[in-house]
C-alpha cells in the first residue's frame, strides 16, 4: 500500500507539470498569435500611409503678403482657408511654447511621441474635475492627426496615428517637432499658427506675445471656435486662460505670484475687421495679381509683394481727402479721389479711390452706394467707364500745337463764335466767366483756361485728329480714335478719362516728354525669398523737350493764370514752381485739379459718382484744397519732391 501511494504521489505530480506545461504552451502560442495579430494589424494600417518627411519636402500653405514701398508696412494679406504664416522656433516667445506645453504636453521633451503616463493624468484630472479639461495625446499626436490624418475616432485611424507618431519621433529633433506644430495647428478664424493667431488676435508677432496673451492662445488650441474672444463663451476662454496659466506654475515654467499677476491683468483682443491699408489701390494690386498668377496660387504659396505705394504719402492723401469731406459736402460733392506718382519712374505713390472706405463718417440715414450720391468701395480712380475731365484736357491740344511750331506769343482772338453744327446743334460756348478778351496770346489763353481761344487752338492750330493722338500717346487711351465722338468739345473735356490715366498722362509733362506707365508693384518674391517678377518699366519718348517744357513754363506761371484765379490760389506754392491745370464739367458734375514738379504729380477729382451736379462751384474750388494740402505736405515730406 505505501508503494502504491507513493506512485499515486509520483502520477500527480507527473500530471500536474505536464497541466503547467500545457498552460504554458497555450499561453505562449496565444501572446505568439497576439503578436502576429498586432504586427499585422498594424501592417494593414500602415500601408500607404504619409511620410512624416513631408513636412520638410512641402511648404505649408501660406497667405501673399503684400508691403508698402520699404518692404516694412505690411498692407494686406491674401489667404484661403488657411491663414498662416510661418515663422521658426525662435521667432516665438518663450512664454507661448511654455504655455502650450504645459497644457497640452507637459513630458514633451522627456516621451517617446506617446506618453501613458500623461494619459494617465488627463484621466485623473478629467474624472476630478467631471470635465474634459485635458486630452491625452502628445504634441506630436496632434501634429500627426491635424496633419496627415482624419480627427475619425477608429481603431484603424489610432493605429495610424501611433505607427506615425513613432516614425515622426524617430526622423526629427523634438524642437523640429515642435516648430512645425506650432506653425500647424489651428487657432480659429482662419488662423493658422501661432504667428497668424498672434497677428490676428493681437496684432503684433508672436515673439512680442505677453503672458497673458500667450496663455489665451495656449488656451485656444483646445476648442479654438468654442474659446473664440468673439463668440459667446468669451467667459470660458477667460476660465481656461487662468488653468494654462496655473498649469505653467505647475511644471515650473512661471512662479504662482507671475500667474496670479498674470490672472489679474485685462485680456485686450484686436478687432475682428479686415486688416488692409491703402485698400483701393490694394485691391487694384491684387487684381493684378490675380490676372497673373491666379487666385488660388496667391491664397496658398506665401509670395511678398513690394508694391510702389509709398505709406507716409498714402497718409497725407487720406487726411487731405478727410479734411475737406464736410466742406465739399456743403457743396453738394459727397466725393473725392486722389493720385499720386512718380513721373521718374510711372511708380503710383499714393491712392485714394474715393473716400470713407471704413465707413466712418456717413451723413446720418445714408446708406452706401444707396443715398449717399457714392460707394466709398468704389475706385473712382481707375474705373472704366470715366470721367470727364474738363478743361484738364486742355494742355493736350496746346502742346500739340506747340509741335507744329507755334508758341505762347502766338495770337488768337477771344470773341463770341460759333463753331458750327456739332451734334446736331450749333456749338457755341462760353468762358467760364463769360466774358471775352479779343486778342490773347496762348500763354494767357491756357493759363487762364479760356475756352474760345481754345477750341480754336484744336481746331485751327493743333488739329483734332492730331490732338487725339497726342493724348491716346501720353496714356488717355480712353479717348476715342473717333474725331466725330467729340467736335470741338474734346478741348472742354468732352472726352472721358480715368484719373490714373490723367495723372499719368500729365507725368509726361513732368519727365520732359517721356511716356512712362503707372506701375503698382516693385517686385515679387516666392516663399524661398526668390525674386519672380521685379518692375522695368522703360520710359518711350512721345513728346520733343522744348514744346513740353513751355507747356510747364505756363501752367507755373502764377502771374499770367492771376487775372482768373487770383495771386493767392490754392493753385500756388510762394517760392516754388509747380505746374498745374483745374478742370470742371458741364453742369458742374466733375471738378479736377492736376500738378506736378520733375519728381512727383498728383491729380484730385471730385463728384457724385452717379453724376448729380454739386453746386455752382468750380475745380479750383472743391479740388484745388485737397491737391493743395497733400502737396505741400510731400514737400515737407519729401524735400526731393520740391524742384
Not at 493743333?462 to 474734346?490: E, F, H, M, Q, V
Request: charged letters at 20%.
Amino acid at each position: 500500500m505505501p508503494k502504491v501511494r507513493h506512485y499515486k504521489k509520483i502520477y500527480a505530480r507527473t500530471g500536474a507539470k505536464e497541466s503547467v506545461s500545457k498552460i504554458l504552451r497555450i499561453a505562449l502560442f496565444a501572446f505568439a498569435g497576439f503578436v502576429v495579430a498586432v504586427i499585422a494589424l498594424f501592417a494593414y494600417y500602415a500601408k500607404d500611409l504619409p511620410r512624416p518627411e513631408r513636412f520638410t519636402e512641402a511648404i505649408l500653405n501660406q497667405p501673399t503678403k503684400i508691403y508698402d514701398r520699404t518692404g516694412t508696412v505690411l498692407l494686406y494679406q491674401i489667404y484661403g482657408e488657411e491663414k498662416r504664416d510661418v515663422v521658426s522656433l525662435d521667432q516665438v516667445s518663450p512664454l507661448l511654447k511654455q504655455a502650450i506645453i504645459a497644457t497640452e504636453d507637459a513630458n514633451f521633451y522627456h516621451h517617446f511621441g506617446l506618453d501613458p503616463k500623461g494619459v494617465a493624468r488627463a484621466m485623473l484630472v478629467n474624472f476630478k474635475l467631471r470635465s474634459p479639461v485635458e486630452g491625452g495625446s502628445t504634441i506630436s499626436q496632434q501634429l500627426i492627426r491635424s496633419s496627415l490624418l482624419t480627427n475619425r475616432k477608429t481603431l484603424g485611424r489610432k493605429i495610424q496615428e501611433v505607427i506615425l507618431t513613432l516614425e515622426l519621433e524617430r526622423s526629427y529633433s523634438k524642437d523640429k517637432i515642435l516648430g512645425f506644430y506650432l506653425n500647424q495647428i489651428p487657432f480659429g478664424s482662419n488662423a493658422y499658427g501661432v504667428e497668424a493667431a498672434s497677428q490676428f488676435y493681437f496684432r503684433k508677432k508672436a515673439a512680442d506675445l505677453s503672458l497673458t496673451e500667450a496663455a489665451s492662445l495656449a488656451a485656444m488650441i483646445r476648442a479654438p471656435s468654442y474659446y473664440s474672444p468673439y463668440g459667446p463663451h468669451k467667459d470660458k476662454l477667460l476660465a481656461r486662460t487662468n488653468y494654462v496659466l496655473d498649469r505653467m506654475a505647475g511644471t515650473k515654467f512661471i512662479t504662482k505670484q507671475g500667474a496670479q499677476s498674470a490672472k489679474n491683468t485685462q485680456l485686450v483682443f484686436a478687432s475682428p475687421s479686415i486688416d488692409i491699408k491703402a485698400p483701393h489701390f490694394v485691391l487694384s494690386v491684387t487684381d493684378d495679381l490675380a490676372n497673373t498668377y491666379g487666385e488660388d496660387f496667391l491664397r496658398e504659396n506665401g509670395l511678398r509683394v513690394t508694391t510702389t505705394l509709398d505709406w507716409n504719402l498714402q497718409q497725407l492723401a487720406e487726411k487731405a481727402v478727410d479734411d475737406f469731406a464736410q466742406r465739399n459736402a456743403s457743396f453738394n460733392a459727397y466725393n473725392a479721389s486722389i493720385v499720386a506718382i512718380d513721373p521718374r519712374t510711372g511708380e503710383i505713390l499714393a491712392m485714394v479711390g474715393s473716400k470713407d472706405w471704413f465707413g466712418e463718417s456717413y451723413p446720418a440715414g445714408c446708406t452706401p452706394g444707396v443715398n449717399c450720391l457714392f460707394d466709398p468701395k468704389v475706385n473712382v480712380a481707375t474705373r472704366i467707364p470715366g470721367r470727364q475731365p474738363g478743361s484738364a484736357f486742355k494742355p493736350f491740344a496746346y502742346v500739340t500745337a506747340f509741335t507744329k511750331g507755334f508758341n505762347d506769343k502766338t495770337i488768337v482772338v477771344d470773341e463770341q463764335t460759333d463753331f458750327g453744327i456739332w451734334g446736331g446743334q450749333d456749338y457755341a460756348p462760353q468762358n467760364y466767366d463769360g466774358k471775352f478778351r479779343g486778342p490773347v496770346t496762348l500763354r494767357q489763353a491756357l493759363a487762364q483756361s479760356l475756352n474760345i481761344p481754345s477750341i480754336k487752338v484744336l481746331l485751327d492750330l493743333a488739329g483734332l485728329n492730331d490732338s487725339i493722338k497726342t493724348a491716346r500717346d501720353a496714356g488717355l487711351t480712353t479717348i476715342k480714335d473717333d474725331p466725330s465722338s467729340y467736335g470741338p468739345a474734346l478741348v472742354l473735356g468732352g472726352g472721358e478719362v480715368r484719373l490714373l490715366d490723367l495723372v499719368s498722362a500729365y507725368g509726361v509733362f513732368a519727365a520732359g516728354g517721356q511716356r512712362i506707365p503707372p506701375v503698382s508693384i516693385l517686385k515679387t518674391e516666392d516663399a524661398r525669398g526668390n525674386i519672380i517678377q521685379q518692375n522695368t518699366n522703360t520710359p518711350i519718348r512721345i513728346l520733343s523737350s522744348e514744346p513740353v517744357a513751355l507747356i510747364t513754363n505756363i501752367l507755373s506761371d502764377n502771374e499770367a493764370r492771376s487775372p482768373i484765379f487770383g495771386p493767392n490760389s490754392p493753385l500756388y506754392f510762394p517760392g516754388q514752381q509747380v505746374a498745374v491745370k483745374t478742370g470742371t464739367t458741364q453742369d458742374y458734375r466733375d471738378g479736377w485739379i492736376v500738378g506736378y514738379t520733375p519728381t512727383i504729380v498728383a491729380g484730385v477729382w471730385v463728384g457724385n459718382n452717379d453724376n448729380t451736379s454739386m453746386n455752382k462751384e468750380p475745380g479750383v474750388v472743391v479740388a484745388g484744397p485737397i491737391w493743395h494740402e497733400f502737396m505741400r505736405g510731400a514737400f515737407v515730406y519729401s524735400p526731393s519732391s520740391t524742384p
